[in-house]
């Protein structure tokens, strides 16, 4: 078997480490592998399958001799790096939202639309967070009724905003038990502790965010579906990790919840969680640290006479699946097929 050098480009964020554990865990043929990241970080050290590797400090030359590089940068970084990764024959599959949209760039979730991973010119793009774990839950209703139009409210735990969010929370959680005042936030716009904050990215002319946008544009491109119409709300909520999506999808056929919930069972990275007379349902808890999304709450939208829509409520881990879990999927699709 064939042994891959492989860089993760932001090794000490959040999603950079769990890129770190996710590589571990699915043993891919790694050969050698980088860890790249500020300067803070160079000389440091990070734990891969029990041995220490030192945090190099990314510069133009930190690309040679490489076959993969995961990205899990902020957009300027990726922008400045991963070109030359991909420039020096490594292909790179980059978390960040740099080139999402990018019409040379395929945007993939494996379970999803797998046979544009192989259309790559060097860099393959990995969706945000809650689009991913939308379309894993889609995926199965799209393919037996086809989705026309989406109305989503997604419910985004704090970690999303990374381990400042995380901080930020569990502060101000330790000021309210000990009744002290309240700290100003800096993550957040306003306070996440015993609050919900609708507005996730900055607003464009039409007062949805960025956030909200994702799930239309992305959405279009993954699923091949120009005319696909989505209307989203993007809730920040004090989770601390895995976010939760209700959503409601229009069809072009009719649509069966038998039939829907048969689909879900069977479909890959879903897992069907549906029995609310006994309040099993899916939960941020159940759903953090692992890589399935969780679908449940499947029922008729009972303002659609027409019976084409259906509504459902789904959870992911957006640290994992819905980030370094998906990434390193993209390379288990490259590899398995260059070991055919």
């Keep these: 078997m064939k042994m891959y050098r492989v860089a993760i480009l932001g090794a000490t964020g959040a999603v950079g480490r769990e890129m770190l554990k996710v590589l571990e865990e699915r043993n891919l043929p790694v050969a050698s592998l980088k ?50 990764a991909a420039e020096k024959g490594a292909v790179v599959i980059d978390n960040s939202s740099a080139y999402r949209l990018d019409d040379q760039v395929p945007l993939v979730v494996p379970e999803v639309n797998p046979q544009d991973a192989f259309e790559h010119h060097g860099i393959i793009a990995n969706p945000n967070c809650a689009t991913i774990i939308a379309l894993v839950a889609l995926q199965p209703l799209h393919q037996a009724f086809g989705a026309k139009r989406m109305i989503v409210s997604t419910y985004q735990a704090v970690s999303g905003a990374g381990v400042g969010g995380i901080a930020e929370l569990n502060e101000q959680m330790k000021q309210l038990v000990n ?16 609050n919900l904050i609708p507005q996730i990215g900055g607003f464009n002319d039409e007062g949805y965010s960025s956030e909200e946008m994702k799930m239309q544009n992305e959405g279009r491109k993954i699923l091949h579906a120009e005319d696909l119409l989505v209307n989203c709300t993007c809730v920040r909520v004090p ?54 999304v969780f679908v449940g709450r499947i029922r008729k939208d009972i303002s659609d006479p027409s019976n084409h829509s259906l509504t459902f409520w789904c959870c992911g881990d957006q640290v994992r699946k819905g980030a370094a879990t998906n990434a390193v999927q993209i390379a288990q699709l490259l590899i398995e097929k260059e070991q055919e």
């Design 35 to 84: 860890l790249l990241a500020s300067k803070r970080s160079a000389g440091k050290t990070m734990l891969f399958k029990g041995k220490e590797i030192m945090i190099e400090e990314a510069n133009e030359n930190s690309f040679d001799d490489l076959d993969l590089v995961l990205g899990a940068a902020e957009n300027d970084i990726a922008k400045r790096f991963l070109p030359i």
């Design 179 to 194: 009744h002290e005042e309240i700290s100003a936030p800096k993550t957040f716009q306003h306070q996440i502790v015993c």
């Design 239 to 292: 989770v601390i990790r895995s976010h939760s999506e209700s959503i409601t999808v229009t069809f072009e056929k009719e649509v069966d919840v038998a039939k829907a919930k048969e689909a879900l069972s069977k479909a890959p990275g879903v897992r069907l969680v549906d029995d609310p007379a006994n309040a099993l349902y899916p939960m941020p808890l159940d759903t953090s640290d692992q890589d399935l």
